[in-house]
Nanobody, 119 residues
Framework: QVQLVESGGGLVQAGGSLRLSCAASGRVISIASMAWYRQAPGEQRELVAL???????KYADFVKGRFTISGDNAKNTVFLQMNSLKPEDTAVYSCNVRASAGTGYTDYWGQGTQVTVSS
């Protein structure tokens, strides 16, 4: 199967930056897309940014111009560079990878990493 390991969360002041990373390992035959979602307390999980295998990206309106998603295909790793962070960006950020381990594609999720932005 496929395992995801996230890193890079933490506490930062408003206006600061953080970089999240998520590495997929195990039986990874092909990756269709990699994405970051977030969930704040009492809120539903929401898409932050997504990158398809061909490099096309999609962003939520609330992060456009501040966050950048990128991927390292050779290492099956996705990054989320977060700049100009705001207190409302505080949430648990989770990595999602749609990958094939042999037959068909499955969504895999990381354990989540806490991002806290202080005002």
């Amino acid at each position: 199967q496929v395992q995801l390991v996230e890193s890079g969360g933490g506490l930062v002041q408003a206006g600061g930056s953080l970089r999240l990373s998520c590495a997929a390992s195990g039986r990874v035959i092909s990756i269709a897309s990699m994405a970051w979602y977030r969930q704040a307390p009492g809120e539903q999980r929401e898409l932050v940014a997504l990158i398809w295998g061909g490099g096309i990206t999609k962003y939520a309106d609330f992060v456009k111009g501040r966050f950048t998603i990128s991927g390292d295909n050779a290492k099956n790793t996705v990054f989320l560079q977060m700049n100009s962070l705001k207190p409302e960006d505080t949430a648990v950020y989770s990595c999602n990878v749609r990958a094939s381990a042999g037959t068909g594609y499955t969504d895999y999720w990381g354990q989540g990493t806490q991002v806290t932005v202080s005002s």
